[in-house]
């Protein structure tokens, strides 16, 4: 695969999700550089040591500057197979958008994709990794690319669910599903100023076992679809694919990251 960026400079804004403000951002293309994220003259590249704070999103820090909510980028950034771009932020955080990575995609798409001279070699598996426990983990062996996801949760519009996939379809499969979360949480959110610009655009919302978006669900089973999109996300940090079977358990961005952080180390 050779290494990718977009063809011309592209300006999205957006309200945040925690701090309701606008957003601005703006994805220019780079050559080699992989992402990189800038604020206020500080670059910050998406990579797993720069990785600060995975409690409720992933977010890239160094010295006194936070850029929250990269993962969704990058998970569109991954769809498209985009190694090398520089984004530009007015804020701390990303715009939430729609709680998917499909307006990303198609923004991107509409800058057009560069391919560059250089090639991005695969990161290949050749030991397992294992992180957090059966309760709640990652595994990693060698084999060809695969996630096979699942989540267990009590309400019974999510129950358990699986999603496995292939590499194939992003876009259609993966890009559109939506993060997701419970009333009760966005109102503690909000108790302490988060969350601030949540709400039925930007998520699907649970209020018990019923949702409360009218337009309803995109897939049966967005809920795991989101979590496959966080981890080709969070993963994708490591600046290249990585080819191994992944097996995620309920599993979440700390882990995402922490799974990234030991295969990078696997391969120093
Ligand atoms: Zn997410």
Request: charged residues 25%; negative net charge; contains cysteine.
């Amino acid at each position: 695969m050779r290494r990718r960026t977009i063809q011309s400079p592209i300006r999205i804004g957006g309200i945040g999700l925690h701090r309701g403000e606008y957003i601005t951002l703006t994805i220019k293309p780079s050559k080699e550089g992989g992402i990189m994220f800038v604020k206020g003259g500080t670059k910050i590249p998406a990579s797993p040591e720069y990785v600060i704070d995975t409690t409720l999103n992933t977010t890239l820090g160094y010295k006194d500057v936070r850029i929250s909510t990269i993962e969704h980028l990058m998970s569109a950034f991954y769809g498209l197979g985009i190694t090398d771009c520089e984004v530009e932020i007015d804020s701390d955080e990303l715009p939430s958008l729609d709680g998917s990575a499909l307006f990303f995609v198609r923004q991107l798409e509409s800058s057009g994709i560069k391919e560059l001279d250089q090639e991005v070699c695969p990161i290949v598996i050749d030991s397992p990794i294992i992180v957090g426990n059966p309760q709640s983990g990652i595994e990693i062996y060698p084999g060809p690319f695969c996630i096979r996801y699942r989540i267990e949760f009590p309400e019974a519009i999510i129950g358990s669910q699986e999603f496995v996939f292939t590499g194939n379809n992003y876009i259609e499969d993966i890009a559109p599903a939506r993060t997701f979360g419970k009333l009760e949480d966005v109102e503690k959110m909000r108790s302490l100023g988060l969350a601030m610009g949540g709400g039925l655009h930007n998520a699907v919302l649970l209020n018990g076992e019923d949702l409360i978006n009218p337009e309803g669900l995109r897939y049966k089973d967005e809920f795991v679809r989101h979590k496959v999109l966080d981890i080709l996300g969070d993963l994708w940090t490591l600046g290249a694919p990585v080819q191994g079977e992944i097996r995620a358990y309920k599993a979440n961005h700390r882990l995402h990251i922490e799974l990234a952080k030991k295969i990078k180390e696997s391969k120093q």
